[in-house]
């Protein structure tokens, strides 16, 4: 089976720092996409970075520059480190795996292994 299990969140001051990250066991990453999701209650879910089996990398224009997405296979972990925080970044934080074909992040596919979230708070 597949389990997700998130850590690092909390609370921070504008302008502040975080490293998100998700530990990841009963797969292996290279059949993967991996994704980094935030939501805010009452609002959509919004997939901030994802990251393929070939290492290349996506982000939502309001974090690029900002983030970094990340992954070490050999510790099967997912990484986000976020800088230069900003108070529009508050929500809880989700890693998801998409089992695409190849695991490209291309072509996602309607199914994913979600972890159980993390709490981000940035204040002003």
């Known amino acids: 089976q597949v389990q997700l299990v998130e850590s690092g969140g909390g609370s921070v001051q504008a302008g502040g720092s975080l490293r998100l990250s998700c530990a990841a066991s009963g797969y292996t990453y290279s059949a993967y996409c991996m994704e980094w999701f935030r939501q805010v209650p009452g609002k959509e879910r919004e997939r901030v970075a994802t990251i393929d089996s070939a290492g290349r990398t996506s982000y939502t224009d309001s974090v690029k520059g900002r983030f970094t997405i990340s992954q070490d296979n050999a510790k099967n972990t997912l990484y986000l480190q976020m800088n230069s925080l900003k108070p529009e970044d508050t929500a809880m934080y989700y890693c998801?795996?998409?089992?695409?074909?190849?695991?490209?992040?291309?072509?996602?596919?309607?199914?994913?292994?979600w972890g159980q979230g993390t709490q981000v708070t940035v204040s002003s």
């Open positions: 998801a795996a998409n089992p695409t074909p190849y695991g490209y992040c291309s072509d996602p596919i309607g199914f994913r292994y």
